[in-house]
């Protein structure tokens, strides 16, 4: 319940051992604004492609995203907070 009562504040607590990983395609014009509000918001720490060690990389990603969702789904907590929001949307 205060999970709910926090969203519904516009207020979210993240647990210190959460990360949050993305990518930039620095290519797009319009992404120097979201850059900007994101260094202004977050740490970044920068972390090379990693060389060719034989796994494709469509591959590793579909394996590290499947991961991710493994545990994602065995989180009861996340379903609940996931139904939530989309009946937000809806």
């Not at 709910?4 to 993240?14: A, D, H």
């Not at 990389?57 to 991961?67: P, Q």
Request: aromatic share 12%; net charge negative.
């Amino acid at each position: 319940m205060r999970l709910l009562k926090n969203l519904e504040n516009r207020k979210i607590n993240n647990p210190p051992n959460l990360f949050i990983i993305a990518t930039i395609n620095t290519s797009d014009e319009s992404i120097y604004y979201l850059d900007s509000a994101f260094k202004r918001r977050w740490d970044g720490e920068y972390i090379d492609a990693p060389s060719d060690d034989g796994i494709e990389d469509d591959e590793s990603i579909t394996y590290d995203l499947l991961k991710v969702k493994l545990v994602l789904e065995e989180h009861k907590g996340f379903e609940r907070f996931r139904r939530y929001l989309v009946n937000q949307k809806l």
